[in-house]
């Protein structure tokens, strides 16, 4: 009993049937039959009948693989048996690779360079192809070389975009797969705030609230606030406080000042306008006839209750005074409030002069009032 060495050719992944016993030769007679006798380290092996062996590579193997078979007949009394070996050419065949979602994150208005097939499976030595096959609806992607996308993200748009690729062995366009690119752009703050300037008028004696940002801008949309006042020319206060801009318009006044409005993006962005602020002259009679018609009997001056520290006097052509008050809600009906030489009760028709001093220490107004009743 001879038995002879063969040999096979399968290709990778794939399976071949060898029949071992064709060219072994039995010189005693006999049925002759196989048993396996060593395992191939790189494949394995089934005995399908008395002559054929199944040989299956593994997976992705290719190369070289051996095993070894024992052949007996049926001699009598003692079966002669022999050895051979088996020697399996597995050749190599293109594989597909794998290709594995990706994720990248990028600033708005950056661009950001993607080697996609860090992270996919390439079994053979072939170089994989990168092609885009799904464009992102954001933005533009370009193949750079083999391996990497350049994905630019469109002007001003922040968010999520996404695209896919395919990657094939070169050479092989049947051997490809697909995979995503989810890609985050984050905000970031394109445009400064653009501070217009604003002018105001008001009456003396009360606090006012300034909108000053009711003209003012962002082209990214951002939300503004104003951080910061910068005092100019003042006679009045003006004051901050969580955001509101609060104006005291206690005096008479051509005020001016600064201020500093920021955005809410980051990097946060700042710009700065001037605010100008008249508070107009009081509304100060010339006249009255207090003759008890019920038309102009008295004679007041409205928003005095801003200046606490005010006095009202009245003179006579000669210089004398006639009436004088501090009371905000005066009402004068051309009556003298003074002791001395002059009479008491109505005063005369005629002109006479006005000195009101506001606030100690800053120049009074001054102006005439008629009598005539």
């Not at 009948?49 to 007996?72: E, K, M, Q, R, W």
């Not at 801009?245 to 700042?270: E, G, H, I, R, T």
């Not at 509304?283 to 005095?304: R, V």
Request: net charge negative; with cysteine; glycine share 8%.
């Amino acid at each position: 009993m001879i038995a002879i060495d063969d040999t096979g050719i399968v290709d990778e992944d794939g399976m071949i049937v060898i029949d071992v016993q064709s060219n072994d030769l039995n010189i005693g007679g006999g049925v002759m039959t196989t048993s396996l006798f060593t395992l191939p380290p790189n494949g394995t092996v089934e005995l399908l009948d008395a002559d054929s062996i199944l040989y299956i590579p593994n997976l992705n193997y290719n190369g070289i693989d051996t095993f070894t078979y024992n052949v007996c007949n049926g001699e009598e009394p003692i079966p002669a048996c022999n050895t051979a070996l088996v020697i399996i050419s597995v050749l190599p065949q293109p594989d597909a690779p794998i290709a594995f979602d990706d994720t990248a994150t990028l600033n708005a208005g950056d661009e950001i360079l993607i080697n996609v097939q860090l992270n996919d499976i390439n079994f053979d030595a072939e170089v994989l192809i990168t092609s885009i096959i799904s464009a992102p609806v954001n933005g533009t992607a370009v193949i750079e070389g083999d391996l990497d996308i350049r994905y630019t993200p469109d002007y001003g748009f922040f968010g999520v975009d996404s695209l896919q690729y395919a990657v094939c062995n070169s050479g092989f366009t049947d051997f490809c797969d697909t995979a995503a690119v989810r890609i985050e752009i984050n905000q970031i703050n394109f445009f400064y705030p653009e501070a217009e300037p604003d002018d105001y008028e008001f009456d003396a004696g009360n606090v006012e609230v300034l909108d000053v940002l009711a003209n003012d801008s962002d082209g990214d949309g951002d939300n503004l606030q104003v951080t910061e006042l910068i005092a100019g020319l003042m006679i009045n206060t003006v004051q901050l406080e969580d955001g509101v801009v609060s104006y005291n318009a206690s005096s008479l006044a051509l005020d001016s000042f600064y201020y500093v409005v920021c955005d809410s993006s980051s990097p946060v962005y700042c710009d700065t306008a001037l605010v100008r602020v008249r508070v107009r002259d009081m509304d100060i009679l010339d006249s009255f006839s207090p003759n008890n018609d019920g038309i102009n009997d008295f004679y007041s001056i409205d928003g005095l209750t801003a200046y606490p520290d005010f006095t009202f006097r009245v003179y006579s052509r000669w210089g004398q005074l006639v009436y004088s008050t501090n009371d905000a809600f005066f009402q004068w009906d051309g009556s003298t409030n003074q002791s001395g030489p002059l009479p008491t009760g109505q005063l005369t028709d005629g002109t006479y002069f006005y000195i009101l001093e506001l606030t100690p220490g800053t120049a009074p107004l001054t102006g005439s009032i008629v009598i005539k009743r």
